[in-house]
């Protein structure tokens, strides 16, 4: 049984169809990359599986039991993250309030809520110094890192990450993905949206290729890249003999 | 129906509905009761103008009744002018401050243009209530007069009345009319989108000013009207409250549509009325009912009835007129240019050089500043530093309306149509914009039609821009940028969320745009696109240009390959 | 120097009763995006609250001020199911007629009982007050300013020290990442409500006594309340505080020095420069973000 299944899902924003019918799985314990040109329908296919959208037609299974439509508070309750594009880091708390909030979906004691938010700063060495810092203050990647470590206080079973290397560096794309094997590592699966092809194929296990809403292929990062077709069209990389 | 017919069976109905007043024995109740509802119709048609069409809310539409009123009122008591000359008094003061309320919009909006509204209402009642001198104070002021005609006996109610109900078809036939006019189109467009507004040519300040100005004005014309049919008014009429009122007569009506305005403050001139058997409760039941309105008729009473007629054009299409004039030589230049947001640098210094009729691309990763470059270029950003030069004039930190004006038409990532009105009316917009040489509505028309002929929407003219797919919403935004005749277009992401097969069309229709000699800025993640239509490339990453040159010599720049494209990965995992 | 600080105290004593209704618009507008125009309202109905069991059933008014807090409690909640929910994913504007409507239907059923003659109560505490010399510190204003100066404080600790708090804090910042977190956004927004009707409700058990009590009451206060919010920086809790207490004393200041009858307008005249000159109050907007 695969740990997250989707099948036949189509999805809307008002008269405008952002997905049609959409069918993959994610393994446990695999990295898998979602594909696709801006407005291909990747975000919003996240949003389907953490409930901010209600699909209009089709199946969402997490470990065999249907959840598509379920409010996102009781999706992130069954072990699905949720890390959106943008980070959405709260402004106006601190960066430690802000990795205890992670942890909402569950029941915990302050005081072990405080030991979880320190082994993150083990992972995450950058926010141990600006765990008083406010949101807003940090910088890009500093956000990204907040919103994953925030994402982990769920213990997910799924961690569904948008986009993680927007805007950011070279450098810190790569700190970022390090941080993504590493989860995985640990044993939390994660389902990866992302524009740059290149880096998110570069951890993924499997990735599938979006277009239209509609699923063009799917195969391991080798075989996509090999396939000059879908190279060209869906994963920006035109540059085919690079001099 | 023609509008020519249209006009003529409102005319007709307008004449017998007033014949009918007069010859039906109406009893004096209902004589006053219709009085109080025709002219407080007339005040909430200003609330039409400004909260319907053009989006603003306001608290004060009593303030401008009360202003209307107390001008008819000192100006044939106190004044001793006549009905007509006291009325233009009242309606001069009142447009003045529906002014000044209304340039407060450049820095506000939402609610805090609610709290300047309530605070200008509260301060009026203070001052009609506390300048004794004046206004009488509470007791208000008595005698007032009534117009004088030879031969019309306006001191009998049902003259009066009369004269109201024509006055009331006369403005709301006008306010009618007024929502297809440029103005009107205008408005809608500030209300729908207020961004795109701008970047289409509408100077959205001019136009809410215009609007507050015309909900005065009809504020103070109903409040005149009020005063003379009642002879007594007193400070208490003109409150908070009576703003509320007001405010729920439209809004229960309907705010879209003009004949809204007068269901409504017929409706809530009646129901007290007959909500007088729950006695003192009768109030209480009608805030409930405001509530109950607000949850389960979105789009008032109107709106209930009302529905978007899709239509298709009969008329044949002409082709588009794009050429520009040949000129060799830079259109745009830009120097230095910088956008800061605190401490966040999104464009850092960008130098950009596009020629005449080329179509120059512009890439980069996701936020690398691309889109914050042409939100500077169209004037919607102020840049922190540098120089932007078209056509040898300066242009930096010129508003968007102006910049439409020089002839820079854009396009948005996430599309902003004015979605609530039909394709070919958002394209007339943009056929409107100031300097596109289009004189009159024919030619405006014509040139929409054309503009949507050229990027195959034709066919659709006549549905709800928000009821088309995303593919053919974002030919209708090229088409609205395309009426404008542009010198340069900016398209930011034109092949987002196109299909393959709707790509293949959008690079036909920009090799057809550079055919005409049309100048482009496109911004594209689709290498493949932009190598088939770009004469030049940029590439941006982190608010600076990494390199400038023909697509071949871009796409092998190494720099580019390793910031963007990428190259096939390696498996050992970074 | 005596009348000036005895006006300053006394407009420091109304003014706190605007910081808690300010103080209950804020926390709605933070948790909603939607300004509660009913807020004056709230204080409307705890002031009856106290009419009803202290001077109609002549209950103790320790025990009144128990019942109306219930009361208040169980009010905020109505209110939310009944005007904010069925509304929350519409544009500001039927929101806030929704709330306009329910300011009427609120101030027209207390009309419709207890008629436009306004109340008297009975003083809260039994000793008129304290003599500073020449200075005098009316018991009334100085529960007022007590009462004011706990709330703000449990507030404060509240927000900052505890989970649910910081819940709170999240739900207002961002409502959708709120939820992706498993924080329940609908019951925090209850909570708030709630708590919101009973700051309102304590504001107007404080100030029944000192003034008559009638529904005229509500829009006064909301209005100066209003007014405070947008001095103190729209959505900000500290500026409301002081926004209202600056309001009460530029209107004490103002009615002793200027002219009675506009008493009520310079918190408008000062609303309106604020406005025009500096939207963003004085504590201006603490978050930026890149637009």
Known sequence: MKLLELDAVAAAYGAVQALQSLSLGVAKGEIVALLGANGAGKSTTLRAISGLLRPTRGEIRFEGAPIAGMHPERVVRLGIAHVPEGRRVFPGLTVRENILLGASNRRASRAQLGREADEMYEIFPDLLRLQGALGWTLSGGQQQMLALARGLMAQPKLLLLDEPSLGLAPLIVQQVFRVIARIREQGTTVLLVEQNARIALSVADRGYVLETGRLVTEGSPGELWDNEEVRAAYLGGKVTKAA | MSPRARTLVYVVAAALAVALVLALPLGEYLVKLLLQAASYAIAVLGLTVLLGYTGQISLAQAAFFGLGAYGVALGTTTLGLGFLAALILGLVVATLFGIALGSSTLKLGGHYLAMVTISFQQILTLVLTNWISVTGGPDGIRNIARPHLPGIDFENNQVYLAACLALLFAVGGLVALLKSRRLGLAMQAVRDNELAAGVVGINTFRVKIIAFALSALLGGLGGGMFAGAFRYISPDQFAFDDSVVLLTMVLLGGVEAAIGAAIGAGLLILLPEWLRFLKQFYLAVYGAAVILIMVFLPAGIWGLFSRHRVWKPAAPIGPLELDIEAAAGTLLSVRGLAKHFGGVRAVDGVDLDIAQGSVHALIGPNGSGKTTLLNVLSGIYRPTAGSITLNARAVAGLAPHVLAAAGIGRTFQNIRLFHSLSALDNVIIGAERPGSGIAHRAAATARALAALGFVGMAERAGELAASLPYGHQRLVEIARALAGHPVLLLLDEPAAGLNLTEKQELVELLKRLRGHGLTILLIEHDMDLVEQVADRITVLNFGRHIADGSPAEVLRHPEVIAAYLGEVPSHEAA | ?291
């Open chain 3, 1 to 291: 120097m005596t009348v000036l600080l005895q006006l300053l105290f006394q407009g420091v004593g109304i003014g706190a009763v605007y910081a808690l209704v300010a103080l209950g618009f804020v926390l709605i507008y933070r948790a909603t995006n939607v300004v509660n125009f009913a807020q004056g309202q709230f204080a409307v109905v705890g002031a009856y609250g106290m009419v009803v069991t202290t001077a109609d059933l002549g209950l103790p008014y320790w025990l009144g001020i128990l019942i109306t807090l219930a009361v208040m409690a169980l009010f905020g909640a109505l209110f939310n199911l009944g005007v904010y929910y069925p509304l929350r994913n519409r544009s500001f504007l039927p929101v806030v007629i929704s709330t306009i409507g329910a300011s009427i239907f609120i101030t027209n059923i207390i009309l419709g009982v207890y008629g436009p003659e306004p109340s008297m109560l009975a003083p809260m505490l039994d000793a008129p007050g304290i003599s500073l010399g020449n200075l005098f510190l009316d018991a009334q204003y100085l529960t007022i300013i007590a009462v004011t100066l706990a709330l703000v404080a449990l507030q404060y600790l509240f927000f900052e020290h505890t989970l649910l708090g910081k819940r709170m804090q999240a739900v207002s910042q961002d409502k959708e990442m709120a939820s992706l977190l498993g924080i329940k956004v609908g019951w925090m927004i209850m909570l708030t409500f709630i708590y919101s009707a009973m700051l309102g409700g304590i504001a107007g058990i404080l100030v029944a006594p000192i003034l008559f009590v009638s529904v005229g009451l509500g829009g006064q206060i909301a209005l100066k309340a209003f007014a405070a919010t947008i001095i103190g920086g729209f959505g900000d809790v500290p500026g409301a505080i002081v926004g209202g207490i600056a309001i009460g004393v530029i209107e004490t200041f103002g009615a002793y020095y200027i002219s009675v009858p506009y008493k009520d307008a310079f918190a408008f005249i000062v609303l309106f420069a604020f406005l025009l000159l500096r939207p963003s109050g004085l504590f201006g907007e603490k978050v930026s973000q890149k637009a």
